[in-house]
């Protein structure tokens, strides 16, 4: 269940301190990739830092972090114990979502981190994740259409939500790409807020164009930002570039244009392009990447796709970037996602009603075997590109059968 508001969240946090500052990121696309290379940057300079971010991966206690390894899980549950016997006894109703961000700031005091770099869960001005009282900085990435049921129709609606994490006297790095009509509504909410604006763009970064031939331009983007932010947060380092470099060039960040072995998974060498592309405007970057990479020849090269979607997404949308004539499809439903039973799969006639079925050299409907969809993929692309996409939980599925050796 998704309940927007801070009135709960504020209840089970009373009486936690939090002694450490914040770096606080929203947006609609790149969150998660700026958390990471904030994080990069940070325990290069060996600052000790805790870091949410949401979904999990693998594991529910993975969201949660210190110094760049996932917390262990018997540290996970002892503390969330704790914030749902605090619930309980406060009857303060709270959701899942605010558990869990709970649970992460109550580890990052017991911990004593220096810093937290927060990843807003949904929107901003309402987001369990806003609750937070010391804020040296905060991020909005690129603004897109996504959950506006809750956020708003419009760009400029959902914006605003976005603006609502800027605070008097924090400054706000924006990603200086975003339309014009959003870079508006964030330029008007700063002024009332009293927040500073910095526009990042990776054009006027020195630092980022370090990396000039090596990162997409939307990871340039985003590189930028979290650059800026962390810059602001530590002044002292911003001339560390020479750290920091290497630092991000050997940073990974698992489901995000991942090149993955799965040879374990179909029992003969294969690699796939793995990336959690979940609405248009992540899919239209994984679409340019992908012609980029892989179809370069001429006629492009068909692709295979292994695709599943949330419900209530807009996959019409998503895969029409993705999917073009002659590439092949299988439609998979993901599992059930751990702490977060609000999450269930398109289902799979769905997903195959939104493909263009007449112009697809072949689609297959996977129902809810994950494996299978794969499996079936690798036999349909021969020594063809394969992208699995769609969801970040559907790489959740896969890298836990990865992990797991379910095969």
């Not at 380092?237 to 998974?265: E, F, V």
Request: glycine share 6%; charged share 20%.
């Amino acid at each position: 269940m998704i309940e927007l508001g801070l009135t709960r969240i504020q209840n089970l946090l009373q009486k936690t301190p939090q002694t450490w500052k914040a770096i606080h990121v929203a947006g609609t696309n790149g969150k998660g990739s700026i958390c990471a290379y904030l994080t990069a940057m940070l325990r290069a300079n060996n600052i000790s830092c805790g870091r949410f971010t949401s979904p999990h991966l693998i594991d529910r206690w993975d969201c949660i972090s210190i110094n760049d390894h996932s917390v262990l899980e018997a540290k996970f549950r002892h503390y969330e114990d704790l914030v749902k016997t605090r619930n309980d006894r406060l009857q303060a109703g709270a959701t899942e979502f605010e558990l869990l961000a709970a649970t992460a700031f109550e580890i990052f005091e017991a911990e004593q981190v220096e810093v937290g770099v927060i990843e807003v869960g949904l929107g901003g001005r309402l987001d369990a994740t806003n609750v937070l009282k010391n804020k040296a900085v905060t991020i909005i990435s690129m603004i897109g259409l996504d959950h506006q049921a809750m956020l708003g129709n419009t760009l400029e609606e959902i914006a605003l939500q976005k603006a609502g994490i800027m605070r008097a006297a924090v400054p706000c790095v924006v990603d200086g790409s975003n339309p014009q009509n959003v870079l508006d509504v964030f330029e008007s909410h700063s002024k009332q807020a009293g927040a500073p604006l910095i526009y990042a763009s990776p054009e006027s970064s020195e630092f980022a164009q370090s990396f000039q031939g090596t990162f997409e331009p939307h990871q340039a983007q985003n590189l930028t930002a979290a650059y800026e932010a962390f810059k602001l947060a530590y002044p002292q380092y911003a001339q560390s570039a020479g750290i920091l470099i290497p630092a991000i060039m050997n940073m990974k960040w698992p489901g995000r244009l991942q090149t993955l072995d799965i040879t374990p998974l179909v029992k003969k060498p294969r690699e796939v392009l793995l990336d959690g592309a979940h609405n248009p405007q992540s899919a239209k970057v994984l679409a340019e990447y992908v012609d980029k990479h892989y179809r370069v020849d001429h006629p492009p090269r068909p692709m295979t796709w292994v695709l599943a979607a949330s419900d209530g997404k807009d996959f019409a949308e998503v895969s029409k970037h993705l999917a073009r004539p002659g590439d092949a499809v299988a439609a998979v439903e993901f599992g059930p996602v751990d702490g977060m039973p609000w999450v269930r799969a398109m289902k799979t006639d769905t997903l195959l009603r939104a493909l263009p079925h007449e112009s697809l050299s072949s689609h297959h409907d996977a129902h809810q075997d994950v494996l299978g969809a794969i499996k079936w993929a690798v036999e349909t692309a021969g020594d063809g590109p394969l992208v699995i996409a769609g969801s970040l939980y559907l790489v959740s599925d896969v890298l836990r059968l990865l992990r797991d050796g379910k095969a």
